[in-house]
Every structure is written in structure tokens, then in C-alpha cells.
């Protein structure tokens, strides 16, 4: 059974920066997807970057240019670093592991717990 456990999550004021870090306990496919998710109160869930088990990396528009993913695979962690942090990116934060399908898309079956990150002006 995968594990996903995700830290770093704090409170910071607007312009700060974050690292998040997700500890994988398994790689349950061999063609394995990372991902991380954020969830606002009262919004839905929205898938932020994906990293592929061959490198590949992909992100969404609006947080292009702020938001990283990265992994060390070695020590099986996945990260995310956080910068130019905005009060709207107040959310819990959230791991995810899935299988890449024949169309290049992350097909995400496992999720952790979430850590929260409160950004404030």
C-alpha cells in the first residue's frame, strides 16, 4: 500500500517562500506519476505540477513561474518549493501518486494527508 506523507506547510506572509516535501513510501508503478494538488476552503481540489517517472515536468498556468516541483528519487522524495507567495494560494496542500497513461497524462490513485500553507498579507 502506498504511503504518501507531506510536511512543510506553515504560515507566511505574502511574498515569502515555502518547501514542501512528500515522503514516498512505494512506487507502486513502473511507469509512476507524482503530483501535487492544493485545496482552497470552499473550492475544489486543482492539480498544481506533475513530475513523470522519466523527468518530464508539467505545470499549470496559474502558477507558472512560481510553484517547482522536483524529486530525489534515491531518497524517495518529492518537493514542491513555493515562491512569491500570494494570500489566494491559502490552501491544504497535497502529494499524489498515479500511473503516466499512453497519452502522457498522470492518472493519480493515491493521495496523502495534506499540510497547510496560510499565506497572510
Known amino acids: 500500500q502506498v504511503q504518501l506523507v507531506e510536511s512543510g506547510g506553515d504560515s507566511v506572509q505574502a511574498g515569502g517562500s515555502l518547501r514542501l516535501s512528500c515522503v514516498v513510501s512505494e512506487y507502486a508503478y513502473e511507469q509512476y506519476c507524482m503530483g501535487w494538488f492544493r485545496h482552497p476552503p470552499g473550492k475544489a481540489r486543482e492539480i498544481l505540477a506533475t513530475?513523470?517517472?522519466?523527468?518530464?515536468?508539467t505545470d499549470v498556468e496559474s502558477v507558472k513561474g512560481r510553484f517547482t516541483i522536483s524529486e530525489d528519487n534515491a531518497n524517495h522524495r518529492v518537493y514542491l518549493e513555493l515562491n512569491s507567495l500570494k494570500p489566494e494560494d491559502t490552501a491544504m496542500y497535497y502529494c499524489?501518486?498515479?500511473?503516466?497513461?499512453?497519452?502522457?497524462?498522470?492518472?493519480?490513485?493515491?493521495w496523502g494527508q495534506g499540510t497547510q500553507v496560510t499565506v497572510s498579507t
Open positions: 499524489a501518486q498515479g500511473y503516466t497513461d499512453w497519452g502522457g497524462i498522470c492518472r493519480f490513485r493515491v
Open positions: 513530475i513523470h517517472s522519466d523527468g518530464k515536468t
